[in-house]
């Protein structure tokens, strides 16, 4: 589906235009930006034990501006059923090992709890949470009508009737599942996912628990003296959200958050569970609007300093180091460019109080740091060529996927993968042009000569 195989019925010959951006859509470097939160990445697929379900997707080819109208476009009658999110978020977040301080901006309580298993608990009830209320407000914002279609499975599969839905409430968080929401042909999102995943109790293989095992600190036992084996059982819970825009001059966003925890099986370390989180969030421009990539990453930098003193190379947790790793990580070596103009990106962040507040914060402000840049831009006029140019840096975001990125391979790799579910950060409309130059002095040149050398925004 996501090669696109009859794109040559449908080429798109138009070259990029030599037409600046005006003048007003640039600004200085020192420009303050407002004060908003941020956030973070990683991903979590499910183990080979679990069966995977389906998802939708489009299979449109790269298509000339045009509006569509309502009768033409796609849109989900029936609202997705909520019953078994209401039953979840009904089990009490209440626990011995918690502390629970003021209202949180999410509906519910800040937990903050003193132990990994009851970490992983509460991170787990607050994605759940998040995925409701920010699907709501993606369709608010997109005002198209089109609503986020509902694929659940395993835990979260829709209950068969409502004595389903009472029986499965107080046990399906202990069962692995999954959400994936999907919305198409918006006025804003042209696609965009939001995925839930929470895996419980699966087995680390000897591969797996090597890999871990060597990303641990000084690869012994510096973590509360649980060293990873084969054999220990694992959980991860992870949300992920990708919005591929409609207009060209509104970057695609895409961020997510996870956090993984094993429980030792051997004896002598007495059950010891240790707990990780990971997370980023990284813009992928078509054209370079300074002020918009300038505000994201100062609202990125403003959410590290926040929760972390150190801002410098050496510390793992430092603004500067997640920045850096988001550029090495997505990079296409082939091509010598970056996906995008980064973010930040951190994985291996032992899970404390501090970090759990840290990785909240980031969710809650995936939302405001976005959606600024689409009240600037969402209405800007664009042409085809505008359009094309598009579809063929999506096509640049396809090729990371299926090359590059570490959770796409892994989630094919496995047996009976649930390909629609890991491909749906895929773009809706790509194009491949052979050895396409962008013009010289063109606003498509200055977006790849940065793409090829990131810089400190």
């Not at 697929?45 to 000339?64: F, N």
């Not at 899970?351 to 969710?363: D, I, K, N, P, Q």
């Not at 396809?398 to 579910?421: C, I, M, S, T």
Request: proline residues 6%.
């Amino acid at each position: 589906l996501f090669l696109y195989p009859h794109l040559h019925k449908h080429h798109c010959p138009l070259k990029p235009t030599n037409r600046p951006i005006p003048d007003d859509t640039h600004t200085d470097i020192n420009t303050t930006p407002p004060s908003i939160a941020a956030f973070a990445d990683a991903f979590v697929t499910p183990s080979s034990s679990i069966p995977l379900g389906e998802s939708s997707s489009s299979s449109a080819p790269c298509s000339r501006r045009g509006t569509t109208s309502s009768s033409s476009r796609h849109q989900k009658n029936d609202r997705p059923n909520n019953r078994l999110h209401g039953a979840l978020l009904g089990l009490s977040s209440s626990s011995p090992s918690s502390m629970v301080t003021e209202d949180g901006d999410d509906g519910g309580m800040i937990i903050s709890p003193s132990d990994p298993e009851t970490m992983f608990d509460e991170f787990a009830r607050f994605l759940i949470r998040h995925q409701a209320s920010m699907i709501d407000e993606i369709e608010r914002v997109d005002g198209s009508g089109v609503s986020f279609s509902e694929d659940g499975w395993g835990a979260f599969s829709p209950p068969e009737d409502d004595d389903d839905v009472n029986t499965r409430g107080a046990s399906s968080f202990s069962e692995s599942g999954g959400i994936t929401r999907v919305i198409q042909g918006g006025d804003v999102v042209e696609k965009g996912a939001c995925s839930l995943t929470v895996i419980r109790d699966g087995v680390l293989t000897a591969d797996r628990a090597s890999a871990i095992r060597g990303r641990q600190q000084g690869g012994d036992d510096d973590d509360d003296g649980v060293i990873v084996r084969e054999g220990d059982v694992y959980s991860a819970a992870a949300l992920s959200v990708v919005l591929h825009t409609k207009n060209p001059f509104v970057p695609t966003f895409r961020s997510d958050v996870r956090i993984f925890l094993v429980r030792s099986a051997n004896e002598e370390e007495g059950g010891k569970s240790i707990a990780w989180f990971g997370g980023g969030s990284d813009l992928t421009p078509y054209y370079l609007i300074d002020r918009d990539i300038v505000d994201f990453h100062s609202h990125l930098k403003e959410m590290c300093d926040e929760h972390f003193d150190d801002d410098n190379d050496a510390s793992s947790s430092s603004y500067r180091t997640m920045k850096r790793s988001c550029d090495e990580y997505f990079y296409l070596p082939a091509r010598s460019e970056h996906r995008g103009t980064g973010g930040i990106f951190f994985d291996d962040l032992p899970a404390t109080t501090s970090t759990y507040e840290f990785v909240r914060g980031v969710a809650r402000g995936w939302m405001p740091s976005w959606l600024p840049i689409v009240e600037r831009n969402g209405n800007r006029e664009y042409d085809d060529e505008e359009k094309h140019w598009q579809c063929l840096r999506r096509g640049r975001y396809l090729e990371f996927n299926l090359l590059y990125d570490r959770g796409v391979k892994f989630g094919l790799a496995n047996a009976n993968p649930r390909v629609e579910g890991v491909m749906v950060s895929a773009p809706p409309k790509i194009a491949f042009d052979y050895n396409h130059v962008p013009k010289e002095g063109s606003e498509e040149e200055r977006l790849v000569k940065i793409l090829k050398n990131p810089k400190d925004w």
